[in-house]
């Protein structure tokens, strides 16, 4: 009877390897939110900016649909987003010659100078976290992670 299974026996026979992932991937990426926003802190800057920012400076020119999309966010905060990384001077709106009614938005050069220092910050950040892995090992973990990427954005639509 069920009630004679204590309750970490019951997880385990239910939920398996699966719930010990989810817990392992939520309780990974809530740290992860905290120590690179930490890191980014120390620049200015919060993650949601930077991946922005990272957006722009791999994309070039976007519209504000197209960085949501790549996001994988709501449109609804990202004009905050890009009114605080103007006053910054990291990033501007202008005119879209293809389309009068939008905008892109695109780098300053301050902003590509900015993310060539953060960028080292979140490489310094990123091999701290992996040091324990052999190259083996993070190319698979990479590789499983693409995967989870995937099978999230079909979930998420």
Known sequence: MLTEVSSAAYTEV?????????????RYGKW????????LKREGMTVTQ?????CLLEEGSLTPGAVNRR????????????DRLEREGWARRTPNKENASSVL???????KRKMVKVLEKVRQ?????????SDKELSAFT??????????RELRQ
């Open 14 to 26: 239910i939920m398996g390897t699966n719930h010990k992932t989810f817990l392992y991937l939520m």
């Open 105 to 111: 938005l695109e780098l300053t050069a301050d902003g």
């Open 125 to 133: 950040t990123t091999k701290a976290l992996t040091s324990e892995l």
């Open 50 to 54: 930077y991946e922005t920012l990272l």
């Open 32 to 39: 992860l939110d905290t120590i690179y926003n930490r890191a």
């Open 71 to 82: 996001l994988g966010s709501d449109s609804g905060s990202l004009p905050r987003i890009v």
């Open 143 to 152: 590789e499983g992670l693409d995967k989870l990427m995937k099978a999230a």
